[in-house]
């Protein structure tokens, strides 16, 4: 594992182990850094705008023919969306083009089955609003929840510890209540053009550092994750159309792309999707890694997802990594990653600059 990775593994660590503990006080900020990222923020927010929307509603059943085609019906699968405007769909015009709409008209096609969404997303919404999103969205007895959250949490520095606290409370209350989860974890602040050093450098770590260590608290809790490094990403930078008019949000086509990353895990929690075969020996590329090392290494591969797996034999967390969808450019690697390392990090694919 390279220099980079191996420090945001402790760190993630570090924040994961206050936050299942209740830990206060731990800061990824200097104190001499604060009045100017302050400043810094404010002229970020000026160049980014606000958008003068609200994301549009799409709630409501999908694939209702599969129904027709069935000889007896089943009721439909209940796909819930919490989070922030990432998960609403700020930045779009119709609700076909949301995230949820998205994810509900994919798993709909591929369960040949019809699929509910429940959005109780908002906009502006931070892991302190996901109590109050997770009792409005078990009134519905979701089979799937797909939570989006993170990017708030960052700009408006809250905790990280207490942030993931937050989350992993919610997503051990969804699995208490038969529920699947899958977290796309926070994207990559770093990489948006209106936000200029330093205040770019200390958004991109604090943003990987926070995705870090949310997967590791969403894998202990029993979910799963998919990094959305590029959702703001190399791919995204390089195509303004992937942009709303605020340049900070996704376009519909910025949605679609991110859809396409979470759907197959989405899939692969309910069982829908084939699960590769896991060799029976370590072979080179071998993707069980310790959680927190795992949980690095996503935070720098776009498109990567975390799900636990149990070593025979072993008493700790393990994850597996997988890429199921590559989202960014193959060259694009973490700066702070040796372009010949072959360790941990380079098992997920191609991701974020």
């Not at 796909?79 to 769909?89: E, F, H, N, P």
């Not at 550092?209 to 703001?232: H, P």
Request: glycine residues 12%.
């Amino acid at each position: 594992m390279s220099g980079a990775q191996d420090s945001r593994a402790r760190v993630a660590r570090r924040i994961a182990t206050a936050a299942a503990y209740g830990g206060g006080g731990l800061g990824l900020l200097g104190v001499g850094l604060v009045g100017l990222l302050l400043t810094e923020s404010r002229l970020a927010v000026q160049a980014i705008g606000v958008l003068e929307t609200v994301p549009p509603k799409a709630d409501g059943v999908y694939g209702e023919a599969f129904a027709d085609r069935l000889a007896t019906p089943r009721p439909p699968l209940v796909l819930a969306v919490l989070g922030d405007s990432t998960g609403a769909g700020l930045g779009v015009a119709r609700g076909r083009e949301t995230p949820g709409a998205l994810l509900a008209a994919g798993l709909a096609s591929v369960a040949e089955r019809p699929v509910r969404l429940v959005n109780v997303a908002r906009s502006g919404g931070r892991s302190a609003d996901l109590s109050g999103q997770l009792e409005q969205a078990l009134r519905h007895r979701p089979d799937i929840a797909v939570i989006m959250v993170g990017a708030n949490d960052v700009t408006r520095h809250s905790p990280a510890q207490l942030a993931v606290r937050q989350l992993g409370e919610a997503v051990a209350a969804l699995r208490a209540n038969g529920c699947e989860v899958v977290v796309g974890t926070c994207p990559d602040l770093g990489t948006i053009k209106p936000v200029r050093p330093p205040l770019r450098w200390v958004a991109r770590r604090l943003s990987r550092q926070l995705a870090a260590a949310q997967t590791i608290a969403v894998v202990e809790a029993g979910g799963r994750t998919v990094s959305l490094g590029s959702l703001l990403g190399p791919e995204f930078a390089a195509r303004p159309e992937m942009f709303a008019a605020d340049r900070y949000h996704p376009s519909a086509q910025g949605y679609a792309t991110a859809a396409m990353a979470v759907l197959p895990s989405v899939c692969a929690a309910l069982g829908l999707w084939p699960e590769e075969e896991r060799p029976s020996s370590t072979v080179p590329g071998e993707t069980v890694l310790p959680v927190a090392v795992a949980a690095a290494a996503a935070a720098g591969r776009a498109g990567t997802e975390v799900a636990a797996v149990t070593a025979e034999g072993a008493g700790r967390r393990w994850a597996l990594l997988r890429h199921r969808l590559r989202v960014g450019p193959e060259a694009a690697r973490d700066p702070g990653e040796a372009s010949g390392d072959t360790s941990a990090s380079s098992h997920a694919g191609a991701g974020d600059a």
